[in-house]
């Protein structure tokens, strides 16, 4: 009686019958002294393979594109400069430079083959350049969400790019505790407006709706109109339970200027009041030290001598009213300077605002 034991010679798993009487050393001990064979090995040669896969992906790009198709990719990679290549997806920098050479090394491309020459394109970079050739408009579309995407992530609610583009005037409101500051600036980042109203203690116990109201809309009306008004959001953790008093107090002046501000939404279902990311506003003026914002103080100080000093400043403050707004930073003693925070964080918010949200978004 015998059963099957599986050794491996010359490189292959063979089987051979062993009796059940013999022990599995002296079966494997048989097996090494057998006669190992003096045949080579048969390989595989790695030219020849990657030559067959070249092959294939060649193949593939032909049944992928039709000949319309790639007599149209053909033209633009033989004949646009390199500047015209980088406004392609996936050819910017060495890429782009790559086609260039090749082009001028070996002659024009005969076929869309002959982009696995290049160096850096594979089968699958090849697909994507010759899709964002064909369809340039997909690219947009594409390009177009991921930064709506970035948009969405600064201001709340969304809103329609063209909109914002269109804007001509912005009011930036930035409201604390004891405190509310605005500044109203043009496309030109001109200040039109500037100043805050101190003394605003809503915040000391709890005072009924109509109160608020009250204060509010007496706020509102020493504002000036703009085309958006835009809201600071904090970053204050809902989780630390010690300040949800101060937490209730934001909530209901937001609701408030969102009612207050937004007259027409009932209309036209149109959103002016909009709300800007605090800490995004402070990494844009890389004012950020960890998750904590510092203070912009200084930073104004500079847009205000830039405004004098420079002909193309920042910002710009009107001259009449620069000397006004001198006098504003002078009159805070350095123990009160925090009273002012507010007051700088309005101007950074409208300075962000137009930088990152409208000026970003024009082509």
């Not at 009924?208 to 009250?214: D, E, G, I, N, V």
Request: net charge positive.
């Amino acid at each position: 009686m015998s059963v099957s034991c599986l050794l491996k010679a010359g490189g292959r798993w063979r089987s051979f019958p062993v009796p059940v009487e013999l022990s599995l050393f002296q079966t494997l001990r048989n097996f090494c002294y057998r006669k190992k064979s003096t045949a080579p090995e048969k390989t595989i040669s790695s030219v020849s393979f990657y030559d067959e896969n070249a092959k294939e992906s060649g193949n593939a790009l032909d049944k992928l594109f039709s000949s319309e198709q790639q007599a149209s990719i053909l033209h633009v990679l033989n004949t646009a400069s390199n500047k015209e290549l980088e406004a392609f997806k996936l050819l910017h920098g060495k890429k782009s430079i790559s086609i260039i050479e090749h082009r001028e090394k070996f002659g024009p491309f005969q076929d869309l083959e002959s982009l696995m020459n290049v160096p850096s394109f594979q089968f699958k970079t090849i697909v994507q350049v010759c899709n964002s050739i064909l369809y340039p408009e997909g690219e947009k579309k594409k390009r177009k969400f991921q930064e709506n995407r970035l948009l969405g992530k600064l201001i709340k609610p969304d809103i329609e790019r063209e909109r914002l583009k269109a804007a001509n005037s912005i009011l930036s409101i930035v409201f604390g505790t004891q405190r509310i500051a605005w500044a109203l600036l043009d496309r030109k980042l001109t200040v039109l407006d500037w100043q805050q109203i101190d003394y605003w203690k809503l915040v000391n116990r709890t005072y009924p709706s109509s109160l608020y109201l009250k204060e509010i809309s007496s706020v509102i009306s020493k504002m000036p109109k703009a085309d958006f008004y835009v809201l600071e959001k904090t970053g204050l953790s809902i989780q630390n339970s010690s300040l949800f008093p101060v937490l209730l107090h934001f909530h209901i002046i937001e609701a408030m200027l969102y009612a207050l501000l937004n007259k027409t939404f009932t209309q036209d279902g149109q959103h002016h009041v909009l709300s800007m990311n605090r800490n995004a506003v402070g990494k844009h003026f890389k004012l950020m030290i960890g998750d904590t914002r510092t203070s912009g103080k200084e930073l104004v100080k500079q847009f205000l001598s830039e405004s004098v000093l420079k002909a193309k400043p920042r910002v710009f403050f009107p001259p009449d009213r620069v000397v006004h707004y001198r006098q504003m930073f002078s009159s805070a003693d350095p123990p009160d300077s925090h009273r002012r925070e507010e007051l700088y964080d309005s101007l950074l918010q409208a300075i962000a605002f137009y930088e990152l949200a409208v000026f970003d978004t024009e082509s």
